[in-house]
């Protein structure tokens, strides 16, 4: 009861890009790079392990950043001429890559992490892919001239990659869709069916991750904005419910979200966040659990996962272990305390 998993991305070693960046630069370059990056990914398995976390990922070692991690193996994409675009319904600017043709896999994706991390774990093994409206809106179209039919382009390559996932070995399959909290409307029409194109034929666990992002400033400057409630989750919950997608993912801890509005997605299994990574205070077990209590008058126990609230990417690598104690270590005790 109560599994303990992450919901995607840990710090990086300093020896294998720049620490504390959201974009870090690598170190190394070649087969180096690609070695080190494979040592990083056995580093992560085992903090995690180590902290008493059940469903353990590859801390996202291998990618520059969530979404253009997968972006690189696309053929059809100019990463030479980027261009600046507003992204998250222009919360921030970014430059980013160009569509500039049709969209083809070149190859696997992850393979080499995945198939690493599966020889050197014998825990559920999760790994993370960015969904499909939130590559769409982190690209420049030049090609497809239609928003919808690009992210249904791109679910297909991503339901190629997660089934070969699947057949790595991998347990979990997340889909990351920030873009969810931001396109409200349009979540309940195309953004659902394509998530749904990107999970066909999977038999493995799905989940999506909805957040209100990373712990930068350009986020929680948008956090401030939204009131004293965050009630979006109102208008895509009944959706998700009614999907083919197995878990929600969601921040819950110093969130201003309703915990009542967790009762919308009945059914599902919910990835509660425990964990802020927003902060660098270090959450005590007792928190943790308090968190799950909480949650606990909403959906039933046996549906419950414990996580964090988001990716811990850009926060120093002490911090990120340390909260990865107290995932673990609460986990343990809100077993001991609801069981």
Same mark, same amino acid.
């Given at each position: 009861?109560?599994?303990?998993?992450?919901?995607?991305?840990?710090?990086?070693?300093?020896?294998?890009?720049?620490?504390? =960046?959201?974009?870090?630069?690598?170190?190394?370059?070649?087969?180096?790079?690609?070695?080190?990056?494979?040592?990083?990914?056995?580093?992560?398995?085992?903090?995690?392990?180590?902290?008493?976390?059940?469903?353990?990922?590859?801390?996202?070692?291998?990618?520059?950043?969530?979404?253009?991690?997968?972006?690189?193996?696309?053929?059809?994409?100019?990463?030479?001429?980027?261009?600046?675009?507003?992204?998250?319904?222009?919360?921030? =600017?970014?430059?980013?890559?160009?569509?500039?043709?049709?969209?083809?896999?070149?190859?696997?994706?992850?393979?080499?992490?995945?198939?690493?991390?599966?020889?050197?774990? =014998?825990?559920?093994?999760?790994?993370?892919?960015?969904?499909?409206?939130?590559?769409?809106?982190?690209?420049?179209?030049?090609?497809?001239?239609?928003?919808?039919?690009?992210?249904?382009?791109?679910?297909?390559?991503?339901?190629?990659?997660?089934?070969?996932?699947?057949?790595?070995?991998?347990?979990?399959?997340?889909?990351?869709?920030?873009?969810?909290?931001?396109?409200?409307?349009?979540?309940?029409?195309?953004?659902?069916?394509?998530?749904?194109?990107?999970?066909?034929?999977?038999?493995?666990?799905?989940?999506?991750?909805?957040?209100?992002?990373?712990?930068?400033?350009?986020?929680?400057?948008?956090?401030?904005?939204?009131?004293?409630?965050?009630?979006?989750?109102?208008?895509?919950?009944?959706?998700?419910?009614?999907?083919?997608?197995?878990?929600?993912?969601?921040?819950?801890?110093?969130?201003?979200?309703?915990?009542?509005?967790?009762?919308?997605?009945?059914?599902?299994?919910?990835?509660?966040?425990?964990?802020?990574?927003?902060?660098?205070?270090?959450?005590?077990?007792?928190?943790?659990?308090?968190?799950?209590?909480?949650?606990?008058?909403?959906?039933?126990?046996?549906?419950?996962?414990?996580?964090?609230?988001?990716?811990?990417?850009?926060?120093?690598?002490?911090?990120?272990?340390?909260?990865?104690?107290?995932?673990?270590?609460?986990?343990?005790?809100?077993?001991?305390?609801?069981?």
């Amino acid at each position: 009861m109560f599994p303990s998993t992450i919901a995607g991305s840990l710090p990086k070693p300093s020896w294998l890009a720049e620490p504390n =960046k959201l974009w870090p630069q690598w170190r190394l370059q070649g087969d180096d790079l690609a070695a080190a990056k494979l040592d990083a990914t056995l580093l992560a398995i085992k903090l995690q392990e180590d902290a008493g976390i059940d469903i353990v990922g590859d801390g996202e070692q291998s990618r520059q950043h969530f979404v253009h991690g997968f972006l690189e193996f696309v053929d059809g994409i100019d990463f030479a001429h980027k261009v600046e675009m507003g992204i998250r319904g222009d919360r921030y =600017k970014a430059m980013v890559p160009v569509v500039n043709g049709g969209l083809k896999l070149k190859g696997r994706v992850h393979q080499l992490e995945a198939r690493h991390a599966r020889a050197h774990t =014998k825990r559920q093994l999760k790994i993370t892919l960015p969904g499909p409206m939130t590559i769409s809106d982190t690209v420049a179209d030049a090609h497809y001239g239609d928003k919808i039919k690009m992210a249904m382009a791109f679910a297909g390559l991503l339901n190629q990659e997660a089934r070969a996932l699947e057949a790595d070995g991998v347990d979990v399959i997340q889909f990351d869709e920030p873009a969810f909290n931001v396109f409200i409307d349009e979540v309940g029409g195309w953004g659902i069916d394509a998530l749904h194109l990107a999970i066909d034929g999977l038999k493995c666990t799905t989940a999506v991750h909805i957040c209100y992002g990373y712990g930068i400033k350009a986020n929680i400057d948008w956090k401030n904005s939204l009131g004293a409630e965050w009630t979006q989750y109102e208008k895509i919950f009944p959706a998700l419910a009614k999907s083919r997608i197995g878990q929600v993912s969601l921040e819950c801890i110093n969130s201003r979200v309703p915990l009542k509005l967790l009762s919308l997605l009945d059914g599902k299994d919910i990835l509660v966040g425990v964990i802020d990574v927003a902060n660098d205070t270090i959450e005590t077990p007792e928190q943790v659990a308090g968190v799950i209590g909480d949650v606990m008058k909403f959906v039933p126990k046996e549906r419950i996962v414990a996580s964090t609230n988001c990716g811990m990417a850009p926060m120093r690598a002490d911090i990120a272990q340390a909260k990865l104690v107290a995932l673990g270590a609460g986990s343990k005790l809100a077993r001991e305390k609801y069981a």
